[in-house]
């Protein structure tokens, strides 16, 4: 399969609209379809879209017509990629694999099954394997947070844990584009985001699993985490602490850390980062103002070791780390890895 045609289902959403910003100059997918909500079936997307994105609707689907979301308007591609709202795609998804098209999910529903992925690619592409012998492939991202909070965890699960306790700062982007009323989150913080503090360990979990025949089993891990709403437009900041058991080597954990990139043994990655993490050694870094730059990058700092408890940040652009850029590097590994 040389290029690879995709249908985006949500993609006047903030996950959808970052999608086709990604996608527009892509190499090898072109999106072919797009889909909101069924009232705006058959409109044009420029027509329809409430466009929050820097600079104008990409030029190739300002015109395009509106499908459904049904089996029958995708029939035509290789993958569905859906930022679809949890409720819409709960149905929607599994309708359109036993219909036997492939889909490639940001939304929660079935994220913890143990028979579909779960992939941030640097992490855990090889649980794509799953996928071998599957005439339909279904797979899912996992929550923004848990994304970018996990990048790091892959060199300190390495080493003699005892507990990882972590307090998220998540920006008001992450609840889609109408999830918070402005006047509930302007000059507030909120201490509590529903969900968020039970789905980040178990999405982790099974993240660095184990695949088992046809399934992954979790990992056990011992993590508490707080989950914070801040009035912060994007990026997830992520405070975390780690307690060792025994004294690691800090400074060789973060060279370790900024030499991560799993990824590198695959060409035609067009998504991937160069350096997926960036540590930073300036006491007041990583900021969401000076260090999101719509990449895929994982940006760290603040690294202070004392009485066995490592504690450091760590920053990532929740729509393109945690969504919308994980979708597409997804599609491009399996690509690489004839999956598809
Ligand atoms: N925002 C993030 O940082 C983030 C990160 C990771 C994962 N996610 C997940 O990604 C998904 C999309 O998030 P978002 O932030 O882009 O949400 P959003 O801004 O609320 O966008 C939702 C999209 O889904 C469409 N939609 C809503 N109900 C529908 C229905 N019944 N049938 C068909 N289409 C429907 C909307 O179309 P209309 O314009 O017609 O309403 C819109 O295009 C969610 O599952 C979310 O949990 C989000």
Redesign the pocket.
Known sequence: MDRIKVSL????????QKMLTLLQYHPYIDVVNL????S?KNSKYRDVVNWVEHGDIPEKYRNMELVS?DPEDHKNVDYVLS????E??EETEIKLIKNGINVIS???PYRMDENIPLINPELNYDHLNLLKNRDTKFVK?P??TSTIMSMPLNEILKLDYKKITMTTLQAI??A????LPYMSIDDNIIPYIHGEEKKIPAEISKMFGFVNENKIINRSLNMFVTSVRVPVKVGHMGIINVEFNEDPDIEKLKSNLSAFNPLKKFNNLHNAPVNPIIIHNEENRPQNMIDLNNGMEVHMGRFEYRDHNLRFIVLGD??IR??AGITILTLETMKEMNLL
């Open positions: 289902l949500g993609s006047t959403g903030m996950v959808g889909s909101a909500s069924m705006k979301t930022a679809l709202p949890p819409a795609a940001n939304a929660s991202n929550n923004c982007s992450g889609g584009y109408t999830g929740n729509l945690g969504a």
